[in-house]
């Protein structure tokens, strides 16, 4: 038999060997391409199906509960004058309040030399944010300038207003002042009352005296004997305290 036909003969059965491997292969690559069509269907059959189920579940689950505002409207003494911001009392406020993980946000919106009049005339801006509970501490500079009661009376009606006007769930805390007797007995107390007077109308909360126990006490002022220090400012955080808590 010629050379050349035994090598033909002898390559036959490798030539079928690598036809069936390559069938085998052909074979394989379909199974695979099969498999992915059908992946590919399903997943055409329920489009970001994870997705869906996780934006529901985010959906019905409770949301966190948002954060209630409280307002401390005031003068100096709210704005902390002449003490670092966090050592003020609406700072010290802020951290009972975080302390005992209460929904709460403080906002200190005080202005030194503000008098019930200036305080008449920006409650607008101040408004313009959310308000739950409203802390009104001014009228003290009033009373240390000698302005009429009646005066005084007007401006703090004013406020109270428009916080009722435009927030009529929100909750008002009146911050009863007190001067010294320099400036006569009878406005001396016709000025203690007069917050007395306008808490019991307008049937809100009354501190009585916000400088309880830091009035009139040098250890717990500054030079000037009127604003309180840090340690005076701890004083009145918990005169405000004792109040507010009730409210929450």
């Known amino acids: ?61 409770p949301d966190k509960e948002k954060a209630k505002t409280i307002v401390f409207y005031g003068n100096s003494i709210t704005a902390g004058y002449g003490v670092d911001p966090t050592e003020a009392f609406p700072a010290q406020v802020q951290n009972k309040l975080d302390s005992l993980q209460l929904p709460y946000k403080v906002v200190n919106a005080g202005l030194s030399g503000e008098t019930s009049a200036g305080g008449r005339s920006r409650i607008d801006w101040i408004l313009r944010q959310p308000v739950d509970i409203f802390v009104l501490e001014l009228g003290g500079n009033d009373g240390l300038r000698g302005i009429p009661l009646a005066e005084t009376e007007k401006n703090l009606q004013a406020i109270i207003d428009k916080v009722k006007t435009k927030y ?36 809100i909360t009354l501190i009585p005296f916000l400088l309880e126990h830091v009035g009139g006490i040098p250890s717990l002022n ?25 409210l929450l």
């Open 168 to 203: 009529p769930n929100a909750k008002i805390i009146l911050a009863g002042m007190q001067i010294p007797p320099n400036m006569g007995r009878k406005y001396t107390t016709e000025f203690r009352e007069l917050f007395q007077q306008l808490a019991s109308k307008n049937n």
């Open 222 to 246: 500054q030079g000037d004997g009127i604003h309180p220090n840090p340690e005076g400012h701890k004083i009145v955080a918990d005169n405000v305290w004792k109040v507010l808590q009730g």
């Open 1 to 61: 038999m010629p050379k050349l036909m035994l090598f033909c003969l002898n390559l036959q059965p490798m030539c079928q060997f690598m036809g069936n491997i390559y069938m085998s292969r052909n074979y394989f690559l379909g199974c695979v391409l099969v498999a992915l069509l059908a992946s590919c269907a399903n997943n055409a059959e329920k489009p970001n199906v994870p997705q869906e189920q996780k934006r529901e579940k985010t959906t019905q689950s």
